[in-house]
């Protein structure tokens, strides 16, 4: 054989090995990660990955991203006193701007996978997962239409493409995204029927989709209520992206009533009524959600892989587990004063004062003013709507078969009659601090002196509402305590609002039934529960006022107040960032024990309305809360380059 | 030896030429002005720098910001700099208690119309300004432990027949001669308007929310004062008085 021939044949060879031999060895399996056909063949790949959706959904004031609770305090129901309270200050129009197109597209791509590559999943299965998504993605447009108005409504992934400005979408109008919502849920609520026994609390079930519904269509019906009120504070954009027509709102506020109706016919939800004790089984009704009807759709922990650290920061510092913690969210006087009286059913504000009302600052070590002298310090607050003692604690409340020490310092009574106030003069001698003997300030506050007041109440009130009362949970986030997105009083809520609206826009019956006797019957569900048969109200009493009051009572601290404020169109007026205001500056109510020794008050309370100095910022302390026109809707991102976006209104 | 030699020399041309282009020269153009009235008088103006009145925007590719805020002084004068180069001017998007000339607005909560303005040297630009009410008469004065505060409210004959009524008067006191709601040096309150269209507002020298809490241990004995007005439906934005100044203030009650 020639030379030449043979490095032809190699030549050839080596050819043809290049064409057959690397076939795929580009393409290899990933061995880090499951495909998508393997990941959508089974029970448990699907759930994890719906895991992953459900652990993004946003909650501002949830038990583990609320940091130090600086959210849950920023409004008017607590102030903050963790040595940061200055973070849970005022905030602008950038406030709560949220836009979460990840996650509506991992939602939609979540649907699609769903629809090619779950073929072995059994068919009502399949369908349950393809609701639970859709669920989810309507929860992600409402959270997105409360905080910025109309968004975009994208319900398929988009591809790749040369220019990114063909994929620019113009905002959808409010109105239609509240339209979605509410055919996406009318179109999924009798696949979410659960194929297990049991109804689900933490994954999407009829019962979470019908709660859903019924808010945002309370939501859209008081928009488009207050349309008149909402042009003149310039919130409407001609576009509809912000602001509901007027005409509007009689069919969303029957479609709230819809979905009060359809969850109350599945028969399954119902208030939590176990305790005798009123108070008890109010703040009972938080702490657990096994065996409890109420509850329709929350966020669990169970302290162990999903911490809770909300009891470790609300606990009473005579009770606190971990050091630089405890006593951080200071209910004030403000929510205090909204808890009607049992017997009648007045609003009345906490009487410390003979005559007109005062305000002190706390700093004051005198004062001449005639105050009302009770006898026990929790008698004050008595023969109040159970929920405020199941709500906060005051002077006199026990936590835990332990007593709450909240006591100010003494009050001196002098011979002309004015009184000179005493206190520690630094939380470290709280423990120690005595005059002629007698202790002056609660290991539990109230307090301010000194260098370091934190960590100790600061407004006469600690939170008992959602407090963990099992032993071990104030340390460490080992708090099982869920945090709840719906629950059944909400919807009773939601119920008797949007009857009240419908009887307010001239809509006599709904069903047949009387507009204010359904709205009626719905607040007195919750206000029988509440305080018993004779805290209900009757037709002369229930006024818009009511409602608002109702809601700011029954479901405080649970997000609600900011965007209630917001849909009633109110919050600028309540918020208005003025010093003389009785809504927007904050106070707190102080106990101090009498010391006039052989004098009748001698061991007697007064109580001080005091201003309260945490809130604002460092150099301006009791700053009253502020909200403007800008903040009724969120900044709106401007993406660079897409004309199509429109600014909300006022910015 | 050579080559260090070479190296040096490159690296010395290398700091000569290389930064000319990551320097840019600061904004260098005066743009100021003053709100006037009619008549020509200065109009008073809020003076918090929360309460923005004049804004300039430059368009383009990515330019998604607000704007430059441009502050407006008590006395309604304002000044910015700017670097050169085309602007749209406009107001901020908020409701106000007057109305300035040629810049319209576009319905509520829409903001206003904008003029373009070609920034190349210095520019003056004054405003004529047409509040829908006048403050007169205003005066301040100390009776017992406390700054009292007059004024009287009329409409401007000048100002369209639509414009809103008042509901509210407000008294400021300070330690400085810089007086707005902005500063942490000023205590306010407000006061109810009557009929006859005048108002007084009367701020305790001692006590909460009073003058010597301004800080602690304020012992000044002089006090800077002024009044404003607000009109139904238009929140944050007053309209205001001048700026006096009050003496003997005491020191004790």
Known sequence: ?651 | MKQINYIVFIVSVMFLISCEYDNYDGPSVKFTGSLITASGDPFFYDGNPGRGLIKVIQKGFGKTDGGTNVRVDERGNYAQLLFPGEYWLTLENNPYPFEVENINSLGAGLGYDSIKIDLKSDLKMDFKVTPYYLLTDFTAKVENNNIVLNCNVTKNPDAPATAPKVTFGRGYVSTTSIVNGGTLLTRTKRAVITDSGSFEVVIPIFGVNSFREIYTNNFKESAYCRVSVELEGIPSYYLFSNITKIENVPLTP
Request: charged share 25%; glycine share 6%.
């Open chain 1, 1 to 651: 054989m020639k030379l030449n021939n043979i490095i032809t044949i190699i030549f050839f060879s080596a050819i043809f090995l290049t064409l057959v031999s690397c076939d795929d060895w580009l393409t290899q399996k990933d061995l880090t990660g499951m495909n998508p056909s393997d990941t959508y063949s089974s029970d448990q790949g699907i759930t994890s990955i719906v895991a992953n959706l459900y652990s993004r959904l946003r909650y501002e004031q949830d038990f583990a991203l609320d940091n130090e609770s600086y959210d849950l305090t920023r409004w008017d129901e607590a102030v903050n006193n963790s040595q940061y309270w200055a973070f849970a200050s005022n905030v602008g129009r950038d406030y709560r701007s949220y836009y979460d197109y990840g996650l509506i597209r991992d939602i939609n791509l979540h649907l699609e996978e769903l629809e090619k590559n779950a073929k072995s999943i059994p068919d009502d299965k399949l369908k349950y997962y393809k609701a639970e998504a859709r669920y989810l993605r309507a929860f992600v447009y409402f959270t997105m239409v409360t905080r910025i108005g109309g968004v975009p409504l994208i319900t398929e992934t988009m591809g790749y493409v040369d220019d990114p400005l063909l994929l620019a979408k113009k905002r959808n109008k409010e109105s239609e995204v509240y339209d979605f919502i509410v055919n996406e849920i009318d179109d999924i609520k009798n696949d979410l029927t659960v194929y297990s026994s049991t109804i689900t609390q933490t994954r999407a079930s009829k019962g979470s989709a019908l709660a859903l519904k019924s808010r945002a269509m309370l939501y859209a019906g008081s928009l488009a209520f207050n349309y008149d009120k909402s042009a003149a504070k310039g919130l409407n954009l001609p576009s509809g992206a912000t602001g509901i027509e007027k005409s509007k709102a009689n069919a969303y506020l029957e479609k709230c009533l819809e979905a009060c109706q359809e969850l109350d016919d599945m028969q399954y939800y119902a208030l939590y009524q176990k305790d005798a004790d009123l108070s008890l089984n109010y703040s009972k009704l938080f702490l657990n959600r096994t065996d409890n009807r109420e509850i329709i759709f929350c966020k669990a922990y169970d302290g162990v892989n999903m911490f809770n650290y909300f009891t470790q920061r609300a606990i009473a510092r005579s009770q606190t587990g971990v050091a630089k913690s405890g006593a951080q969210i200071n209910p004030t006087l403000n929510l205090v004063n909204s808890y009607e009286l049992l017997a009648t059913r007045e609003i009345k504000p906490m009487q410390a004062y003979v005559g007109e009302d005062a305000i002190e600052l706390m700093t004051a070590k005198t004062s001449d003013k005639n105050y009302i002298i009770y006898d026990k310090p929790e008698d004050i607050f008595a023969g109040r709507d159970p929920r405020l003692a199941g709500t906060v604690l005051h002077a006199g409340s026990t936590f835990k078969n332990k007593p709450i020490d909240l006591q100010a310092g003494l009050a001196i009574l002098e011979d002309d009659g004015t009184y000179t106030f005493k206190s520690a003069q630094s939380i470290e001698a709280i423990s120690t601090a005595n005059y002629e003997g007698i202790k002056m300030t609660g290991e539990d506050g109230p307090f301010r002196a000194g260098s370091s007041f934190w960590y100790i109440s600061h407004s006469g009130f600690l939170l008992r509402k959602y407090v963990d009362t099992s032993t071990g949970s104030e340390t460490k986030g080992n708090s099982s305590v869920p945090y709840i997105v719906f629950r059944y009083a909400e919807v009773l809520l939601n119920g008797a609002e949007a009857a009240l609206l419908l009887n307010m826009n001239g809509v006599g019956s709904y069903n047949g039934k009387d507009t204010k006797t359904l709205s009626l019957d719905y607040i007195n569900k919750v206000r029988k529960r509440a305080g018993g048969d004779e805290f209900k109200l009757n037709a002369s009493e229930l006024t818009f006022d009511r409602i608002i009051n109702e809601r700011k009572v029954e479901l405080s601290f649970e997000d609600h107040r900011y965007y209630d404020l917001k849909r009633w169109r109110i919050a600028d007026e309540i918020w208005e960032p003025n010093r003389d205001s009785e809504t927007a500056v904050l106070y707190g109510l102080w106990p101090y024990k009498i010391y006039a020794p052989g004098k009748p008050v001698d061991g007697k309370w007064l109580y001080r309305k005091v201003k309260l100095e945490h809130r604002g910022s460092a150099t301006d302390m009791g700053m009253p809360i502020s909200f403007d026109r800008t903040m009724y809707y969120s900044t709106y991102p401007m993406n660079a380059g897409n004309l199509l976006v429109e600014m909300n209104p006022n910015h």
